[in-house]
Each structure stands twice: as C-alpha cells, then as structure tokens.
C-alpha cells in the first residue's frame, strides 16, 4: 500500500522560511511526478509546485522566485523549501504522486500538514 508522509509544516512570522518533506513508502517504482498542492479555507485546492522524475519543475505563478521543489528520485522523496512567506501562504499544503504505468494512471495523496504565517 503506498503511503505518502508529509513533515516540515507549522507556525512562521511573515518573511520566515520553511522546509515541507515528503515521503513515499510501499511502492518500488519512481513516480513520474510529485508536487505539492495547498487548500486554504473556502478555497479550492490549488497546485503549488511539482517535478517530474527528469527534474523538470513547474510552480504556481504566486510562488515563483521564493518556494524551491526538489526530489531525491532514489528515496521517493519530494521537498518544498518556501522563503520569503506571507500571510496568503497559509493553507493546508499536501503532497501529491503520479505514477503511470501499463495499468494506468496513479494518484497518491498525503494526508496534509497545516502551514501559517502570521504577520
């Protein structure tokens, strides 16, 4: 059963730093892609960055130039280093796989770690 594992969420001052990790458990495959995706409440659910197995990144417009994705293919693991956060950062932040193989296309989800600033 695979298992998605966030860490590194909590309370930052606007203009603070933090780290969110992601580990993946139960699957010997590499996922095409892994991301990061964030709620904030009364609002959908938006994607924050994702990287695909090659390395090639893509972020959210609000996010360019301060949150920095990574992975470490080997490990299955999917960081997010976000500087220079603000208030509107605030939200539920999930991590998020893909997996396509013969059988089809795979979506994993974390359970969520809650990220605030305060200002």
């Known amino acids: 059963q695979v298992q998605l594992v966030e860490s590194g969420g909590g309370l930052v001052q606007a203009g603070g730093s933090l780290r969110l990790s992601c580990a993946a458990s139960g699957i010997i495959f590499s996922f095409n892609s892994m991301g990061w995706y964030r709620q904030a409440p009364g609002k959908l659910r938006e994607l924050v960055a994702a990287?695909?197995?090659?390395?090639?990144?893509n972020y959210a417009d609000a996010v360019k130039g301060r949150f920095t994705i990574s992975r470490d293919n080997a490990k299955n693991t999917v960081y997010l280093q976000m500087n220079s956060l603000k208030p509107e950062d605030t939200a539920v932040y999930y991590c998020?796989?893909?997996?396509?193989?013969?059988?089809?296309?795979?979506?994993?989800w974390g359970q969520g770690t809650q990220v605030t600033v305060s200002s």
């Open positions: 998020n796989a893909e997996l396509r193989i013969s059988s089809g296309k795979y979506d994993y």
């Open positions: 990287i695909t197995s090659g390395g090639t990144t």
